[in-house]
């Protein structure tokens, strides 16, 4: 098999390189106002769209499982395209984030946040159920903006100048970051504290994972929320923050989803989280990552 070409392996400055590249397009981001930056990462996304026809084909493969003949070939392409471009701007937001905590009284608005005070008052904490909709990383503005204590599980990047940069934006919003490598002991931690700790459950799980469906077909989901659940108390609240408007935002909490079943209860209660997220990404399919290989052989 042909390994791929990586600059990182003929070049040992290159981390620095592409670090201090990655800067200066934050600082260019920074410079601009929200609806120029926005549209400049979505024709970035457009463009991008066109010169990856392997990721257009997982996309399309993707919606047909979704939708199935509900939807013609060009109006999936266009979801497909949209996602696209959701993708850069949300990685362009994220950049932007010293920029936004400026403004973000005046962009964010908030709907179900009494459902975490409710939570919260049984004492046990809060599992922010989490994917890839929408501008996934601005849910660091609950803590910011609403005082939840909240952490958030993340993996380690392969550039250590950009992941320690990536680390240090999160906390700007007051937001926790715990390493994947030690996540158990950090989140139970959390929890104990009666504090919220945020999961990704989008993408696929590998073998660690529980096979449920995800829009009518088996897929492997990861069951971490599901079992930290079981084992603490904590209650299963998916939350999500979608954008209405280049620059406008909203963050949604969702009721709480309680864990079910008998013997089955870790498969049964994530097939629930899935078919939550499923509700989501239909309301807001050009806002989920469609290009993501979410179904893959369960061998």
Known sequence: MKRKFKPRDFFPGWS??????????????????????????????????FLLPKRKRVALGNLTIAYGDSLTVPEKEKIAQESVRNFATSLMEFFRMPSMIEEAQKRFEFEGTEILDHVFAKGKGAILVISHLGSWEYLGFLPYLKGYPCSVVVRETRNPYIYKWIQQLRMETNLNPIPKKSAVRGILSELKK???????????????GVIVDLFNKPTRTTSIPVRLAKRTGAALVPGYCLRTAPGKYKIIIRPEISVEGNSDWEQATTQKLNRSLEKEILAYPQQWIWTHQRWKHLS
């Open 16 to 49: 620095l390189v592409e670090y201090l590249l990655l800067r200066g397009f934050a600082a260019l981001v920074n410079g601009l106002p929200v609806t120029v930056s926005t549209w400049i990462a979505r024709s970035m996304g457009g463009f991008v769209f």
């Open 194 to 208: 009666n504090h919220l700790v945020a999961i990704l459950i989008d993408q696929w799980a590998g073998r660690e």
